[in-house]
């Protein structure tokens, strides 16, 4: 079967660096996505990775392993508007997305 | 701002009532998908509609009724549902069916008593 695992909560400090994992177990790949979520929101886009390696984008960055079926989403410089869930999902063979149930970031002043 | 829309934004219904969710994108995509999201679960993809034309229907119940009029409008249906039904729905569209970023709206929040 398909399966996404994250962590389902992390806490952090305002300022500091956190690193949320999601490992992944596919049928095919054809990437791996970031959404951001905030209570009551819509979720919204925030990395894409297909190859191997790190994307930066401002203080997210996000890295890819696809021979061990990793990911990690970190992030630097915490705000408190940081404070949300963060679903990571993976794009099967088919196009179809298949989602983790999310990490709850809660960040701490 | 989203340039997907949904409404209602709650919805509570009787098991025995029938109402509608809307979906409306203003984006020009030609891919549109309902969600189901749950307390602490996975989103779970339900429809995918691509060019008006149904693609995916995840083993959805069929209290579960969608409608495509066309590619800015997306419906869900809704008849005899069940307590567990109860979830956020997401309404989501894409330029294409390949395309990496998924615009989401909303939700509607459903409660089924």
């Known amino acids: 079967g398909q399966n996404i695992d994250q962590p389902t909560e992390m806490t952090a400090t305002e300022g500091a660096i956190v690193q949320i994992n999601c490992t992944y177990q596919?049928?095919?790949?054809?990437?791996l996505f970031w959404y951001q979520q905030h209570a009551g929101e819509a979720p919204t886009f925030l990395s894409y990775?297909?190859l191997d390696g790190l994307e930066e984008k401002g203080r997210f960055s996000s890295f890819l392993s696809r021979s061990k079926g990793y990911s990690y989403l970190l992030l630097k410089e915490l705000q408190m508007k940081d404070s949300a869930s963060y679903l990571c999902a993976v794009r099967d063979s088919n196009y179809q997305l298949i989602w983790g149930a999310g990490t709850k970031l809660i960040i701490k002043p | 701002e989203t340039g997907v829309t949904q409404t209602p934004r709650h919805l509570v219904m009787g098991m025995t009532n029938k109402k509608s969710l809307k979906c409306e994108q203003h984006l020009g995509h030609n891919a549109m998908y309902w969600y189901k999201q749950s307390a602490k679960k996975p989103l779970e993809l339900m429809f995918v509609y691509n060019f008006k034309e149904q693609t995916e229907n995840n083993s959805v119940p069929s209290r579960f009724s969608p409608e495509c009029p066309n590619s800015s409008h997306l419906f869900l249906h809704l008849h005899t549902l069940q307590p567990e039904d109860s979830a956020l729905y997401l309404c989501?569209?894409?330029?294409?069916?390949?395309?990496?970023?998924?615009?989401f709206g909303p939700g509607t929040r459903l409660t089924v008593t």
């Open positions: 989501a569209s894409s330029q294409g069916l390949d395309t990496y970023e998924q615009y």
């Open positions: 596919t049928s095919g790949f054809n990437g």
């Open positions: 990775n297909v």
